[in-house]
């Protein structure tokens, strides 16, 4: 079973930078999709990009390209969200999630993932 938990939230202002983290443990496979997400107040979970624990393939979101990095850290089991430039409407809940299909895509449909984070708070100031 693939647990996985967030952190690195807080409070920030505009254009500042903050790195998320998520850990995973139990069962992780090279062949999972790794993906972060977001849910503001009132506002669907959105896609925000995705990475798998093997190969160089990373996928954004448009409204996240050039500012947001997506990396991982497999001696640590770590995958990360590096965010700069941050503005106000990033404000969300951020999670991570897998996706344990065997598709190896990078998929942006939340319901392709079945394992989740807690979620972190992430809330920029103007």
């Known amino acids: 079973q693939v647990q996985l938990v967030e952190s690195g939230g807080g409070l920030v202002q505009a254009g500042d930078s903050l790195r998320l983290s998520c850990a995973a443990s139990?069962?992780?496979?090279?062949?999972?999709?790794m993906g972060w997400f977001r849910q503001a107040p009132g506002q669907e979970r959105e896609f925000v990009g995705a990475?798998?624990?093997?190969?160089?393939?990373?996928r954004y979101a448009d409204s996240v390209k050039g500012r947001f990095t997506i990396s991982r850290d497999n001696a640590k089991n770590t995958v990360y969200l590096q965010m700069n430039s941050l503005k106000p409407e990033d404000t969300a809940v951020y999670y991570c999630?897998?996706?344990?299909?065997?598709?190896?895509?990078?998929?942006?449909?939340?319901?392709?993932?079945?394992?989740w984070g807690q979620g972190t708070q992430v809330t920029v100031s103007s």
């Open positions: 999630a897998a996706d344990r299909g065997p598709y190896g895509d990078l998929p942006s449909e939340r319901e392709r993932y079945d394992v």
């Open positions: 139990g069962r992780t496979f090279s062949r999972y999709a």
């Open positions: 990475i798998r624990w093997s190969g160089p393939s990373i």
